[in-house]
């Protein structure tokens, strides 16, 4: 890789209005390296809006690098915090935790969780579960490997009877845009990514009332819900909780520009 190939490269990319030119005119030129690619087609889609971890197959993800393709939700580095959270609630326990990693996408947030924690020599009971097929196939790239079984469906649906009343973290990255604000998002994501991991309804939580109307049922006495929501969202999204039986607190982060809302069972 030269230094005046790089160049060339960021100056189309910058050009296109990718901020990190430089970083993305690396990771392309690495990529058709690696796999024998056309440097110049994979650079003129990137230009064109396709997301650049389509082009890569991998997004970074908690130091992992998460296998993605077209049509999978992107996961975005903010979602790290919502791990971070789960692993202090699982940290606990002393039994082997089980994990639910709820429209999962590509599996990041299971797969972030269940790898930390075998960093510290622990197991984990993991299950993923999402709605979209390319989804559950990427996500099965991911999480095969960590002993994690995967099912398609709508949120609880497919997953196994015997996890009921078991489940110490339930994950749940649910979609929590409005409506009308997909318009504003970035065409990458808009165009691209699927709507059904956009799309939150008129306010941003109908599909978190779903998960909360049928959590309680899942979650083992003192199991977690962790969702991602946005700070306005908040106050609505912890009495949703509440008016279901659960103990809610909202945790944020300014290092990560993140807000998670946690639900508790009794």
Not at 38 to 63: H, K, M
Not at 76 to 93: D, H, K, M, S, Y
Not at 248 to 256: F, K, Q
Request: net charge negative; charged share 25%; glycine share 10%.
């Amino acid at each position: 890789m030269s230094g005046v190939e790089v160049a060339e490269v960021a100056a189309r990319l910058r050009a296109a209005g990718c901020v990190f030119a430089e970083d993305e005119a690396r990771l392309l030129i690495d990529a058709a390296a690696e796999d024998g690619g056309d440097l110049n087609a994979l650079v003129a889609e990137r230009v064109s809006g396709t997301p650049l971890e389509y082009l890569l197959g991998w997004a970074e993800f908690r130091g992992l690098r998460i296998a993605v393709g077209p049509g999978v939700f992107v996961p975005r580095q903010r979602t790290v915090f919502l791990v971070e959270e789960a692993l202090g609630l699982v940290g606990a326990l002393e039994s082997t935790p089980v994990v639910v990693d709820l429209c999962c996408g590509s599996g990041a947030l299971g797969a972030a969780l269940a790898t930390a924690l075998r960093a510290e020599g622990r197991t984990v009971e993991l299950s993923a579960a999402d709605i979209e097929p390319a989804a559950v196939e990427c996500a099965r790239r991911n999480l095969g490997p960590l002993g994690a079984a995967v099912y398609q469906g709508d949120l609880f649906a497919p997953l196994p009877d015997d996890l009921r009343g078991r489940v110490d973290v339930l994950l749940a990255n649910t979609p929590y845009v409005p409506s009308d604000h997909i318009a504003d998002m970035p065409p990458e994501a808009r165009d691209h990514e699927p709507r059904t991991a956009l799309d939150g309804g008129a306010d941003g939580l109908d599909v978190f009332r779903r998960v909360v109307a049928d959590a309680p049922e899942w979650l083992a006495p003192g199991g977690h819900l962790l969702v991602e929501s946005s700070p306005e969202q908040a106050v609505v999204a912890a009495k949703i909780l509440t008016d279901r039986g659960l103990l809610a607190r909202v945790a944020e982060s300014e290092e990560h520009y993140a807000t998670v809302v946690i639900g508790t069972r009794p």
